[in-house]
């Protein structure tokens, strides 16, 4: 086998390796190990403050003050604190004639910077923190509270469940996909990855980030070199509705990708100090791997050019590149579910490099923008 045969086939089994194989190696490593026991209920329901960071969210602040103060947790033990990022509308006004016991009209520095001031301000011995757009379950702040039972977990992430109004965009798939993985993660090493939109903190746990890191990917992988575990928990719902398109959602993933390379370089997740072997085995697998992709597709793209002259076989592999790239293109003309669920692949792939790009040429992002037509 050639040089240039090796390096095909190795782009292509990292490729299959992350979407397939490791989801594959997960199932079988929980059928191995068994279910963990049920971490036990909490003695007395924890002190909790519950932080929705806003910008201009004078739309939904009110209704989302409304679903926080209506949820089943003692009211006595629940704090409400909206940090409003230097927003322009009347966010922050709306917010306290709502019943927030607490609102911060903060200058504009970025959804972290609004949460890392909440939780400074917060009393609470949990930090839950919520998206301004989504609407939690009733129950879902008890559900978190529960997985945090367990003392060594340190962070716990919910479910979302998204409300799909019937556009082009495919996240719905994807994010059953998404979902499934991290159940099978979180009874294994512990989940890689969150949601802004529902998940909580201990307070000791908690880490004051830069402005170019997320609680979503940042806060697994850290607290886990800091011997805490990071769980999911699949009953503690809320609901978002979906970026409408897919380019939209293009859109939204690669202002998330631009912060990309601060969490894996700066914050650590590239670097194995800290991480216990299953973990790790998780992180390289799901993450490191995963955004790797984009230049994965193209090392498997060019070496398959090379390749033409070898067999039948490279002429077929070839074609199923082109007839994915093909699917994608055809699209938005031809809104069929295979063609829409190859564009969303495609466009979702490159906005991992196109997020790093705009990091190369803008620098380290800060303020963060609502994705269109999720309000």
């Known amino acids: 086998m050639t040089v240039v045969a090796v390096v095909f086939w190795a782009a292509v089994g990292l490729l299959v390796y992350t979407h397939l194989g490791y989801p594959l190696a997960l199932a079988a490593l929980t059928r191995l190990r068994g279910h963990p ?12 403050s519950l932080i929705v960071a806003a910008h201009d969210e004078q739309e939904v602040i009110e209704a989302k003050v409304a679903n926080a103060l209506a949820l089943d947790y003692p009211r006595e033990r629940l704090e409400l604190i909206v940090a409003s990022d230097g927003s322009a509308d009347r966010t922050a006004e709306l917010a306290r004639a709502a019943g927030a016991d607490l609102v911060l009209d903060l200058e504009r520095a970025g959804k972290v910077g609004a949460q890392n001031a909440a939780a400074e301000r917060a009393s609470g011995t949990v930090l839950a923190f919520s998206d301004a757009n989504a609407t939690w379950d009733v129950g879902a702040l008890r559900e978190l509270v529960a997985a945090l039972g367990d003392e060594r977990v340190g962070y716990a992430c919910g479910r979302v469940r998204f409300i799909d109004a019937g556009g082009t965009n495919q996240e719905g798939v994807y994010w059953r996909y998404e979902l499934a993985v991290r159940g099978l993660e979180s009874r294994l090493g512990g989940v890689t990855g969150g949601n802004g939109a529902i998940y909580a903190v201990r307070r000791e746990a908690y880490i004051a980030l830069g402005p170019a890191s997320s609680h979503d990917l940042s806060f697994p992988f850290m607290l886990s070199k800091r011997g805490w575990r990071a769980v999911y928990a699949p009953l503690a719902l ?6 409408p ?27 194995p100090r800290g991480y216990r072997p299953l973990y790790a085995f998780q992180i390289a697998s799901h993450r490191l791997v995963r955004y790797l992709s984009p230049a994965l597709h193209v090392i498997a793209l060019l070496a398959n050019l090379f390749l033409l002259g070898e067999g039948a076989l490279y002429v077929v592999t070839l074609a199923a590149q082109l007839g994915l790239l093909a699917a994608a293109a055809l699209a938005p003309a031809l809104p069929l579910r295979p063609l829409l669920l190859a564009r969303y692949y495609v466009l979702v792939t490159a906005s991992i490099a196109a997020g790093l790009w705009d990091r190369i040429r803008l620098g380290t992002p800060g303020a963060w923008e609502k994705a269109a037509g999720t309000r």
């Open 37 to 48: 026991p049920a971490a036990p209920a909490p003695a007395e329901a924890p002190s909790v």
């Open 238 to 243: 809320a609901e978002e509705k979906l970026v």
């Open 245 to 271: 398109t897919v380019e939209g959602e293009f859109a939204r993933k690669r202002r998330m990708m631009r912060g990309l390379f601060d969490e894996v370089v700066r914050d650590g997740m590239l670097s």
